[in-house]
């Protein structure tokens, strides 16, 4: 029987922090769990706090995830960084055999226009709120 031994490798401060960050931007999509407005909401907020959001999804999810990039995009609010797709081996839960599923990721950034169609889009929403809240 073959033993395996893992090697720990050393990470400087500034590649732990990359990789760290990395985590705490990304989105991992669901077709199912979450409206895709949820998606969109929490993807401004990573925007805004990171400067960059990192969205992934895997098999019917992955058009759910193309669709919230493209209303970022289209309405100015962030830019696309990278897209990369590949596939994923899954066990299938009906059959217990290994299945390939597609995956994407796509990164977007902070477009030059964010915080300014933020703030307008704050000032628009302002008197809504407070209407809605006398009521």
Do not use: C, W
């Amino acid at each position: 029987m073959a033993t395996v031994q893992m090697q720990r490798v050393a990470v400087s401060p500034e590649e732990q922090a990359n990789i760290d960050a990395a985590k705490k931007n990304r989105i991992q999509v669901s077709n199912t769990k979450k409206p895709l407005f949820f998606y969109v909401n929490l993807a401004k907020r990573y925007i805004e706090q990171h400067n960059e959001v990192e969205l992934s999804a895997l098999g019917m999810a992955i058009t759910t995830v193309v669709t919230i990039a493209e209303i970022l995009k289209n309405n100015g609010l962030a830019i696309e960084k990278k897209v990369s797709t590949s596939t994923v081996g899954m066990k299938d839960e009906n059959k217990g055999r290994l299945v390939q599923k597609a995956k994407i990721e796509i990164v977007l950034g902070k477009s030059e226009k964010f915080d300014a169609i933020m703030k307008m889009n704050a000032a628009i929403l302002a008197p809504e709120a407070v209407a809605e809240a006398k009521k």
